[in-house]
């Protein structure tokens, strides 16, 4: 590595060879000379001082104004020698938090993870990428004693790190819900309590929660202001909308939740998904539920997850691989 | 991705238009300008949406924010000039039902 005195001579090397001939080799030997300067974090009025100091060796008379008038730009360049030296922290520190985002990334990653359950005679496929480092989506499995299978996906209004903590929360809600309570109008009412409660009174969250009960092959649900998801008939070859009415949680605290239940015959489908997939912008305008359908339909030939995968992919790269919100999906099938 | 935001606040009576995107860059400027209009003891605000060409839910936190803010000092809420796609917002997250955005922009302002 080359010392500062080292810089100091290679500088006067350079400096007199171009007084010397003014020819394009020696200046962009300044060039060159400029970004080991940066690397070694020699500031501009070093580099002046170093100017000054070649002069006065090569040349014994000069005129003191020449001499006075670096001293000047001496002065004036400090500025940026301070702003320079900031920006180097700042670019330091940058580097310190994004490490720290990516470990929380991972620790969130961990905590809300979930396993997909293997229910009889349904098949569950699932994704959900973020955005940007943490993810405000979210999607939970959960089977109880009976076998039943409640599922859970939910949307933070808000993006990035808040969202993500405030998901953390509402995973810890669910966990605490007692096992006999997962009728998807009680578990939406009693996390809507928590929410509004605890959370900042500008952030909200949309949820829908689904319950299957392998026996009867009965799914009962409820919608807490979420993305409508779609229900496919394999009998009619149809796609229709899972709507369900229902207020955001965390607005009103004693808000009632309708539950809805649909027989799932072999072959149907469910289709669960945040509004990061239908919030997709492209450069013709928004994804129409249309084309999702469509996406849907073009990959039915294959398993559920491989089918999430599959859109997920296309629709990413329909946005030139450039996610502007959260992206969760989730397929349920009913084999046949 | 810009926004502009017109406020009229004449004895507590607030007319806002808003013009451009709402989305996770532009709601923190939204919400800053509306929050201390909300404020004001039975308040009355009218925000026209008119000529919002898109909006994502990080919007739709600003507006159940503004309205719980009105609610709360006796206020009066409303959204007017609300397109399909908007409108739509409200419905699927049921805010439809709690906030007016069904009232006409002239209706009441003056």
Do not use: W
């Not at chain 1, 001293?71 to 938090?97: C, P, S, T, W």
């Not at chain 2, 502009?4 to 007319?15: F, G, R």
């Amino acid at each position: 590595m080359e010392s500062r005195e080292n810089l100091e001579e290679k500088y006067r090397e350079a400096l007199s060879n171009y007084l010397k001939e003014q020819t394009e080799q020696a200046l962009y030997q300044g060039q060159k000379y400029s970004r080991k300067t940066i690397e070694h974090k020699i500031s501009p009025e070093e580099i002046i001082s170093f100017h000054k100091s070649t002069l006065m060796d090569t040349y014994e008379d000069l005129p003191d104004e020449v001499l006075h008038s670096l001293d000047f730009l001496l002065e004036v360049m400090m500025g940026y020698g301070i702003a320079y030296r900031e920006h180097q922290n700042l670019k330091h520190l940058q580097q310190e938090l994004k490490s720290e985002i990516e470990i929380a990334a991972n620790v969130q990653h961990t905590l809300l993870g979930t396993n997909i359950p293997k229910v009889k005679d349904l098949e569950i496929g699932a994704i959900s990428v973020p955005a940007r480092h943490m993810n405000g989506d979210y999607y939970h499995f959960v089977q109880d004693e009976n076998q039943c299978v409640g599922v859970a996906i939910a949307d933070v209004i808000g993006k990035g790190i808040p969202a993500a903590l405030c998901m953390s929360m509402i995973k810890y809600a669910m966990d605490s819900l007692p096992d006999h309570r997962h009728f998807p109008k009680s578990v939406l009412e009693s996390l809507n309590r928590v929410v509004e409660r605890n959370v900042d009174p500008s952030m909200f969250i949309t949820m829908f929660y689904g319950l299957f009960d392998p026996e009867t092959h009965i799914f009962s649900y409820a919608s807490a202001g979420h993305e409508p998801g779609f229900y496919y008939d394999a009998d009619k070859k149809e796609f229709t909308d899972l709507t369900a009415k229902g207020l955001l949680l965390g607005v009103e605290k004693k808000t009632q939740y309708e539950q809805y239940e649909k027989y799932v015959a072999p072959g149907d489908m469910i289709v669960l998904m945040s509004d990061g997939v239908t919030e997709c912008r492209t450069s013709e305008g928004f994804i129409e539920r249309k084309t999702l359908i469509e996406f849907i339909e073009k990959n039915m030939h294959l398993s559920a997850q491989e089918m999430v995968n599959n859109i997920y992919k296309q629709l990413e790269k329909m946005q030139h691989f450039q996610l502007r919100d959260d992206f969760t999906l989730i397929i349920l099938k009913r084999n046949v | 991705m810009n926004i502009m935001i017109d406020v009229k606040d004449i004895d507590s009576k607030a007319t806002v238009k808003v013009k451009g995107e709402i989305d996770a860059y532009t709601a923190p400027k939204l919400r800053e300008t509306l929050f201390p209009l909300s404020e004001q003891q039975n308040v009355h605000m009218v925000v026209d949406l008119s000529e919002v060409s898109y909006m994502d839910s990080t919007g739709l936190g600003v507006f159940v924010g503004l309205f719980k803010s009105v609610r709360s000092h006796d206020g009066e809420f409303r959204l007017v000039g609300l397109s399909e796609r908007l409108r739509r917002l409200f419905d699927i997250t049921g805010l439809a039902d709690i906030i007016d955005i069904n009232s006409n922009a002239e209706g009441g302002v003056k």
